[in-house]
């Protein structure tokens, strides 16, 4: 049965409430530096264009009600769920805090982004770990570095590709490249032997097998402005070298995130597709996992796993 103390704590990276909370999540963002007027304005601008804000908190606490029901299921026993948001509110040192006062003694920690980089999902570690000091350490974490080769991750994100090739026609006029998309971070984390590039690769090499896909690529999105070289070729580029090799029709797969959020509903939905459509591309992407039956089995593996790892009996 359960240990009814133990708690499992869903990170995502947050998304203001309202265009008029741009500015202080930007600057959240940036670790307390205030953004420049004009950056905070183009960041607004992209926000406004998808209706003034995402559903990232409310997807996520899809996923949150969704798992604690899954882990329910398996033994009959309750699991807590709690989210917590690197950027946003609710903070993940609110959560830790909520985790406390309601007597969890242990949990797992598990980011909502499936590759590992020390800038990335290392930032939601330090998160935990300065929460759990600043409180004197009320309970034990088994913080969950990365699952993008969780077996139900992959058959999850094979059958997304496989459906939306059904939907673009895979055996029409043409052939359709699949291009797998995650958030591009600087190169400078090539200079750590930083397994961000290479645990991309994995996975899409193994959904591609999976999906039975005869050719692919892997290409970066959402680069910062930032002054400094971020990892290519971005999907922009991509896009405009396929249109070269004679490509018409492009399946993106962000297999990099599994909601709908600016990155989604703006850099693919918007700023890719009129990009395509400036080439003469077709561009579908596949669904997002968002809260869907397929995303929880696979977090609830993921949470048993680790669980298995910690030896924590959990629902």
């Not at 699991?79 to 309601?102: C, D, L, N, Q, Y």
């Not at 459906?163 to 043409?174: I, P, V």
């Not at 669980?307 to 629902?315: C, D, R, S």
């Amino acid at each position: 049965m359960t240990d009814q103390r133990h708690g499992v704590l869903l990170m995502a990276y947050g998304s203001p409430d309202s265009v008029e909370h741009v500015a202080p999540y930007f600057t959240h963002i940036r670790g307390g530096r205030a953004p420049s007027p004009e950056a905070i304005a183009n960041l607004e601008a992209r926000y406004r264009s998808v209706g003034g804000r995402t559903p990232l908190l409310a997807i996520t606490q899809e996923v949150r009600v969704a798992l604690e029901e899954e882990l329910a299921r398996d033994n009959g026993a309750t699991t807590r769920v709690f989210t917590g948001m690197k950027h946003w509110h609710p903070f993940i040192a609110e959560t830790i805090a909520e985790m406390a006062s309601a007597g969890i003694a242990s949990a797992t920690a598990i980011a909502l982004a499936p590759h590992y980089s020390r800038m990335s999902i290392g930032g939601y570690q330090r998160a935990v770990d300065e929460a759990l000091a600043a409180m004197g350490h009320p309970f034990a974490v088994t913080f969950v570095s990365s699952w993008h080769r969780e077996p139900e991750f992959i058959a999850m994100m094979a059958e997304l590709v496989r459906t939306a090739l059904f939907a673009l026609g895979r055996n029409g006029n043409g052939r359709v490249m699949t291009v797998f998309t995650a958030h591009s971070l600087p190169e400078r984390i090539r200079e750590w032997n930083d397994p961000y590039e290479r645990e991309l690769a994995e996975s899409a090499a193994a959904v591609a097998r999976r999906a039975g896909l005869g050719e692919w690529r892997v290409a970066w999105q959402s680069a910062g402005s930032t002054g400094e070289a971020w990892i290519g070729p971005d999907i922009l580029e991509c896009l405009s070298a396929l249109q070269h090799e004679g490509v018409r029709r492009v399946l993106q797969v962000p297999i990099g995130f599994v909601a709908e959020h600016l990155e989604i509903l703006f850099d693919i939905d918007i700023e890719a597709q009129r990009e395509a459509s400036r080439l003469g591309l077709t561009l579908a992407r596949t669904a997002m996992p968002n809260a869907s039956p397929a995303f929880i089995r696979t977090l609830a593996a993921v949470v048993h796993n680790a669980a298995a790892l910690a030896a924590v009996p959990v629902a």
